[in-house]
C-alpha cells in the first residue's frame, strides 16, 4: 500500500513539473504576473497591472495588446484571454 501512494505521489510530482516545463515555454507570456492573493483581490489587480506595464515597457506586448489588458483590469479581470 506504501508503494502504490509513493508511485502515485511520484507520478503527480512528475505530472505537475512537465505541466509548468511546458507552460513556460508557451510564447504567450514566459510567466503569470504574481498572484498576491494573500493581501486581496485589489493588490492582485495592482499586481497585474504593474506586470502589463511592465510587460509595455519591455516592448513584450504591442499597444493594442496592453489596451486590452488594462481595460480588462479596469473591469476587474486579472488575465485576459488572447483575442483569437
Excluded at 512537465?18 to 513556460?24: D, H, K, M, Q
Excluded at 510567466?31 to 502589463?52: I, V
Amino acid at each position: 500500500m506504501a508503494v502504490l501512494v509513493a508511485i502515485l505521489i511520484g507520478t503527480l510530482i512528475l505530472a505537475l513539473l512537465a505541466y509548468e516545463v511546458a507552460r513556460l515555454i508557451t510564447p504567450e507570456e514566459p510567466r503569470r504576473p504574481p498572484l498576491a492573493r494573500l493581501r486581496g483581490r485589489r493588490a492582485a489587480l495592482e499586481a497585474a497591472e504593474r506586470w502589463c506595464v511592465g510587460l509595455r515597457l519591455h516592448g513584450r506586448i504591442d499597444p493594442p495588446a496592453y489596451q486590452r489588458r488594462m481595460s480588462g483590469i479596469a473591469r476587474g479581470r486579472r488575465v485576459i484571454p488572447p483575442r483569437r
